[in-house]
């Protein structure tokens, strides 16, 4: 499979149309149509359902549309850092969760490119099953973990914060009375929490038993939505403490679990590879303001 026909593949998916992509590869349109027509022979698959003015991805299209834009980033990144460089550069991609303990992640982040302006940085978030698949295809140097998880095909760092979880609710809700949330205040409350929850043995130790019995009306993957569906009172949200705006004017408010229960975070990358200079610089720098 060759990387110029992925990219001209992935012209085409942008534009729907033959016509416009072919300009914007500056070639022929005849040329275009053949090389996707080989590539869909070659493949023994239909990528495109072809209409008059516009056409669309079939099912294996969109499969290999996701597969292609990994593909190609993958070969730039790899090129890039191969390439001879006068002055430092280069691409951080990294990957997280949703946690205010990235915070030191950041601050490094921030000193790298102020020292050095020529490199760029890719935030990709996700749970950690999202994480470590894009760490093991190498679309990902870094990614940082949330919770206790199996980690041995990894190097780790510890990261200094932790987090802790508790209740998002709106302001006027019966429990925002309480200083803190017990595992009896759950019961009979419409929750919804991150898809993983199922799976945190250390909550349902936490609830003493009554998992089985609270009200889970569904699950997000970024708190930002689950928190507008908070705002309108129709359920609570677990998550973690300091991800959304709990100010008087934002109608919510947060209360952590009692007895507290928290999550680490730690910084992970694949044992297989060779990091790159730039990746380098990053560990290093973060290695040295955790220690400080």
Same mark, same amino acid.
């Given at each position: 499979?060759?990387? #110029?026909?992925? #990219?001209? +593949? ?16 500056? %070639?022929?349109? !005849? ?5 996707? $027509? ?9 990528? +495109?359902?072809?209409? &008059? #003015? ?13 597969? $292609? ?14 390439? &001879? ?11 997280? =969760? ?16 102020? &020292? ?17 698949? $894009?760490?093991?295809?190498?679309i990902l140097?870094?990614?940082? %973990? ?19 979880? @508790? ?21 009979? #409350? !419409? ?24 009200? +889970?009306? =569904? *699950? ?12 309108? @009172? ?13 100010? !008087? ?5 947060f209360r952590?679990? *009692? ?16 990091? !790159?200079?730039?990746?380098?610089? +990053?560990?290093?720098t973060l ?6």
């Amino acid at each position: 499979m060759d990387v #110029r026909v992925l #990219r001209y +593949f992935l012209a085409i998916a942008q534009e729907q149309n033959i016509s416009r992509a072919a300009r914007l590869l500056h %070639i022929s349109q !005849p040329a275009l149509s053949r090389q996707i $027509a080989d590539l869909e022979t070659s493949l023994g698959t239909q990528l +495109f359902i072809r209409g &008059k #003015r516009q056409i669309q991805l079939t099912q294996d299209g969109y499969y290999l549309l996701e597969r $292609a834009q990994e593909i190609v980033n993958l070969v730039d990144k790899t090129t890039y850092n191969l390439q &001879k460089q006068d002055i430092v550069s280069g691409t951080l991609d990294i990957g997280a =969760g949703e946690s205010i303990a990235v915070q030191c992640v950041m601050d490094t982040v921030h000193d790298i490119i102020h &020292k050095y302006p020529e490199i760029q940085v890719n935030f990709n978030s996700g749970d950690h099953t999202v994480i470590e698949s $894009a760490l093991d295809s190498g679309i990902l140097e870094f990614g940082i %973990i949330m919770g206790h998880h199996e980690l041995g095909n990894y190097h780790t760092l510890s990261l200094p914060e932790s987090n802790r979880w @508790g209740i998002l609710m709106r302001q006027d809700e019966q429990l925002a009375s309480k200083q803190t949330i017990q595992s009896r205040d759950l019961l009979g #409350r !419409p929750l919804i929490a991150s898809r993983q929850i199922k799976h945190h043995r250390d909550f349902k130790k936490w609830s003493q038993g009554l998992y089985d019995q609270y009200n +889970f009306i =569904g *699950s997000y993957n970024l708190i930002f939505n689950a928190s507008l569906l908070v705002k309108t @009172g129709a359920c609570m949200a677990l998550t973690y403490e300091h991800l959304v705006d709990i100010s !008087p004017d934002s109608e919510l408010t947060f209360r952590p679990l *009692s007895p507290e229960l928290t999550d680490p975070n730690t910084l992970i990358w694949s044992k297989k590879r060779t990091l !790159p200079e730039v990746d380098q610089l +990053f560990l290093k720098t973060l290695k040295e303001k955790i220690g400080e």
